[in-house]
């Protein structure tokens, strides 16, 4: 049986703005094993990157804080750890591959520079070694010419080649723990299916754990095996990736499912949830999910509901799923 290798226990991640405290990460609780993939899943603003950040103690101080919790990695609590500690550990044992590739690589480096800086930094090789370490990465990705891409600039790059040069550089390190935010944003269909394909090769190649944080749920069937459910900074439900697709128990898990486009299924339209997420300054009473429910109860108005155990690895947050006394 896998060991655990990342838990985060009753994580809790504010923004203290002038409009008041966002609770953007709310007492979040989950665990990933050793060469096994988790996706967090839910709408945008609910939180799914604000936990990836919080892992990668990224969070910019102020506004933001984490205010309680653990995140424990090899048993050891990041959340506690020095700034120097953390640096030796993000990049190197932690990786993360950010949301937008252009955003997340330096104009005016090569991209062989790019990748060569963590090889030196933390693998302590020099200039050479480091050099046919990030030609390989690049080969590793299915960059084709690896030795001339190495010389360029990311604005000579289409997007498809720049999250590969992104990943590149995750695993560079080979990590213990790749965060995947949302990798196959903006990228046409074919590009993404080789990004996916490129992260599998990765996960039995260089045996590391895989947290993707996405919307899209045909990427969570495809790559994941077990998912968390996120909304407004809670976890609502999460379950092994095939129980949570054959019997999902939250009405929001119910409609992220029944948003998914299927191929010859004819529809007038797509079913969307109905209502918005709601403002992290504003909440709901109750469970934060009532407004949009249909089948919301008068205790759904009042209480917010525990994440209680329904069945082995799945557990929800809902009151349909309680015996209401």
């Known amino acids: 049986m896998s060991e655990t290798l990342l838990q985060v226990k009753n994580l809790k991640t504010y923004f203290h703005t002038e409009e008041g405290t966002v609770k953007a990460v709310d007492d979040v609780s989950f665990e990933i094993k050793e060469k096994e993939t988790l996706a967090i899943v839910g709408e945008s603003g609910c939180g799914k990157s604000i936990t990836a950040m919080s892992i990668m103690r990224l969070i910019p101080n102020p506004p933001g804080k984490i205010e309680g919790g653990e995140i424990l990695f090899d048993g050891k609590d990041l959340i506690k750890m ?30 062989g520079e790019q990748i060569e800086e963590a090889l030196i930094l ?19 990705v299915r960059i084709p010419r690896a030795e001339e891409i190495y010389k360029a600039y990311p ?46 090769e990765l996960k039995e190649k260089v045996n590391t754990s895989i947290i993707l944080i996405t919307h899209d749920l045909g990427i969570v ?32 898990t119910v409609g992220l499912l029944k948003s998914k486009p ?7 339209k797509l079913y969307s949830i109905e209502g918005q997420v709601p403002n992290p300054l504003d909440m709901p009473e109750g469970c934060y999910f009532n407004p949009r429910c249909s089948k919301a109860k008068d205790i ?6 525990n994440l209680k155990k329904v069945s082995e690895g799945h557990s929800v947050s809902c009151w349909l799923c309680e015996e209401v006394k």
Request: aromatic share 4%; proline share 6%.
């Open 82 to 111: 020095r700034q120097s500690d953390i640096r030796e550990i993000r990049g190197n044992k932690i990786s993360l591959i950010f949301q937008e590739p252009m955003t997340s690589l330096n104009p005016v480096f090569t991209v």
């Open 155 to 200: 604005h000579e790059l289409s997007g498809g080649m720049r999250q590969r040069v992104v990943i590149a550089m995750a695993i560079s390190c080979s990590p213990r723990l790749l965060i995947a935010d949302e990798p196959t944003t903006a990228l046409d269909v074919t590009i993404q299916a080789q990004i996916l394909d490129i992260m599998r």
């Open 300 to 305: 759904c108005r009042k209480k917010q509901p």
């Open 262 to 268: 299927v191929i010859n299924r004819l529809q007038d």
């Open 221 to 252: 069937a495809e790559m994941a095996d077990y998912v968390v459910v996120m909304y407004a900074g809670k976890i609502v439900e999460k379950a092994p990736v095939i129980e949570l697709y054959k019997n999902p128990k939250h009405p929001y």
């Open 122 to 140: 933390h693998k302590k090789m020099d200039k050479k070694q480091a050099k046919r370490e990030a030609i390989k990465m690049l080969t590793m």
